[in-house]
């Protein structure tokens, strides 16, 4: 399939062809238009037009809403099967567990109890599930790669599904019974969770960007509603809500893992993992009866090698002065123009790249500077590995399942996303633009609360409980008559946080990226949960009594900081991208140099790499 090229000022980035009667279409939220007499080419909107008229977002295709349902099934399966890791590592099987399945025991005997199967400690649960959560995050940019370069988004997303059904059917393996007893578990168990990572690693980084391709709007247009309101149909907006839809499913999806939560507790893991691969059939279902109305973006070839080679050429003479002085020179350094200028002649074995591509790779740097501080809020979202769920050893639980109250997350997302939809509508009716870096400021703010009630209600625990600051241990007599309740503050407003802090992520990840490193700047925002596990990992040995609160201090004052710090030192990322050069920014113009000379050049780097 080919894509519709148009000249636009103000935004443009690869999406589907235009199809006008998806702009009527009234399926996305509250913010979509039903437009009247649509235009497939679109009155482009003069400056006043920008400056007073609201812009509004196209409905969704049924190739999108599709890639809404994958990821649906795909978050389902995997947070329903991730949701019982802690207990099934870290307690042993409870007394009295019915048929030695890890499920507490029937009647009075097991409302304090809780599920457990392999005995390894809470130390242990910790690193293993903060492992898995490392290379869940980590191999997307492995996966990015290849999407943007080789396979193309759709290929690596089959390719993923095939790996993790493999590792939904291992999975179930080391929670038989039979297993359990046998005192094997572990080896299956660590090899099911490694695969299921990479299946993770290579679905995660191109469905997003799969469903924002799908986009009908290239440019901003000028539309009439049937009210007679002229409105800007605009292609960021159309984005947002896009990624508003997905997230939402992402956390219908993750609302699955309440069912393996009292799976778990009442029938056996064993339950718990089957059901994720039941519903993990559903992905390949919905991948065959989509495939032939996806706009399918192509691979675009060597723009890891070229951008490697313009970051080697950046920091050789002198760069890291450059880095640090900042300005343009740095990035110009890199440019053939520049480099022709200050030595006379260029290589172009070795130099093969362009002064565009440079620009380009620029402005994937300028996205992913604001990446690197979004692994504070996953600390304070529930990311102190198993910190929270051990602050419920000592708490009051009355036969509810310990690892429940972490599955309110999904709850209040799918209830907050259309409330937070609402919002925006209103703001942007009265012409009040909520930006990008306000909306990552609100989610910070929000995280840093639920630290300070965090640390209250760990502090309360040492004060009430019989063991003092040694409280987490499980012994009985540590117990206190604190509600296991309390805790939903600590995932609650995280999890509204959420909505601001990683649907814009994911926004400027895709809208800021050239086609050809949408994959890969998109997996620079999954890799910050990689960073938060790796600080998590570190961090192990003191999360423990009588250090407890420690943690919980240092986020919320580092989540308060933080917050101010985007609008004030990335407030350049409120403003449009601009894209001139369509064709270009979709890949369709490679370097000239490659163009004439592809198969030397090619020959060149294949000696060199």
């Known amino acids: 399939m080919t894509t519709v090229a148009h000249a636009n000022p103000i935004l443009d980035f690869e999406s589907a062809p235009v199809d006008s009667k998806v702009l009527e279409k009234d399926t996305a939220l509250a913010h979509t238009v039903d437009v009247a007499d649509v235009d497939a080419d679109g009155r482009e909107p003069t400056e006043e037009e920008l400056a007073t008229l609201r812009k509004v977002s196209a409905g969704m295709p049924w190739p999108a809403i599709a890639m809404c349902l994958i990821e649906f099934a795909e978050r389902a399966s995997y947070y329903g099967s991730t949701g019982p890791f802690t207990n099934f590592i870290r307690g042993g099987l409870p007394d009295g567990s019915p048929g030695n399945t890890g499920a507490v025991a029937k009647g009075t005997a097991g409302l304090e109890q809780k599920p457990g199967a392999l005995g ?4 242990t649960a910790t690193a293993l599930t903060t492992l898995f959560q490392f290379l869940a995050y980590t191999i997307p940019i492995f996966g990015g790669i290849v999407a943007d370069t080789k396979w193309g988004r759709f290929k690596t997303i089959c390719v993923g599904t095939a790996v993790g059904a493999i590792a939904h059917i291992l999975l179930v393996i080391p929670a038989i019974p039979s297993v359990i007893l046998s005192g094997n578990a572990l080896a299956p168990f660590i090899i099911s969770i490694l695969i299921l990572a990479f299946a993770a690693g290579f679905i995660k980084p191109s469905l997003a960007p799969l469903l924002c391709d799908q986009s009908p709007v290239h440019h901003q247009t000028v539309k009439t509603l049937k009210s007679g309101e002229k409105v800007i ?6 984005v947002q809500r896009y990624l508003l839809v997905f997230y939402w499913s992402i956390n219908i999806g993750a609302f699955f893992a309440i069912a393996t939560t009292y799976a778990e507790h009442d029938v056996g893991f064993w339950l718990a993992y089957l059901l994720p691969g039941i519903i993990y059939c559903l992905m390949p279902i919905v991948l065959v009866l989509a495939y032939k109305r996806l706009y399918l973006a192509p691979p675009q070839g060597s723009v890891v090698l070229e951008a490697s080679r313009v970051t080697k050429r950046l920091f050789a003479n002198g760069g890291w002065k450059r880095c640090w002085k900042g300005g343009p020179a740095f990035w110009d350094a890199a440019k053939p123009s520049v480099i022709e200028q200050t030595e006379g002649a260029i290589d172009k074995k070795v130099v093969f790249w362009d002064d565009k591509f440079v620009d380009e790779l620029k402005q994937s740097f300028d996205a992913c500077k604001v990446f690197l501080l979004i692994p504070i809020f996953n600390l304070c979202d529930g990311g102190l590995g198993s910190t929270e769920n051990l602050m419920t050893v000592a708490m009051k639980v009355n036969g509810v399942p310990n690892d429940l109250i972490g599955n309110f ?16 509508t209103f703001l942007d009716k009265r012409r009040w633009t909520y930006t990008p870096m306000w909306r990552m400021a609100t989610g910070f703010l929000l995280a840093s609360l639920s630290m300070i009630i965090g640390a209250i209600l760990q502090w309360k625990i040492y004060e009430e409980s019989a063991c003092g600051r040694f409280a987490t241990g499980g012994d009985e007599e540590c117990f206190t008559s604190i509600s296991l309740w309390w805790q939903i503050p600590l ?19 895709y809208t800021r990226a050239p086609a050809r490193m949408k994959g890969l700047v998109y997996s620079g925002v999954l890799f910050t949960s990689a960073i938060s ?16 609160i420690w943690p919980y201090v240092a986020l919320a004052v580092a989540g308060f900081v933080t917050a101010f710090a985007f609008p004030i030192f990335f407030k350049h990322l409120d ?4 894209f001139n050069d369509v064709d270009r920014m979709e890949g369709k113009q490679q370097p000239t140099y490659l163009a004439e ?10 000696e060199k790499h």
Do not use: C, M, Q, W
């Open 120 to 123: 390894k400690g809470g130390r």
């Open 597 to 606: 000379h592809g198969s030397e050049a090619g020959e060149s780097l294949n």
């Open 491 to 509: 995932i609650t407003l995280p999890a509204i946080g959420e909505i601001f802090v990683n649907v814009t992520s994911y926004e400027i990840a």
């Open 409 to 424: 997350n999904p709850l209040v997302i799918v209830i907050a996303t259309p409330l937070v939809n609402l919002l925006y």
């Open 533 to 548: 596990s790796a600080i998590t990992l570190a961090l192990d040995p003191v999360l423990v009594d009588p250090y407890l």
């Open 233 to 238: 149909v605009d292609p960021s907006a159309t």
């Open 575 to 578: 403003k449009p991208v601009v």
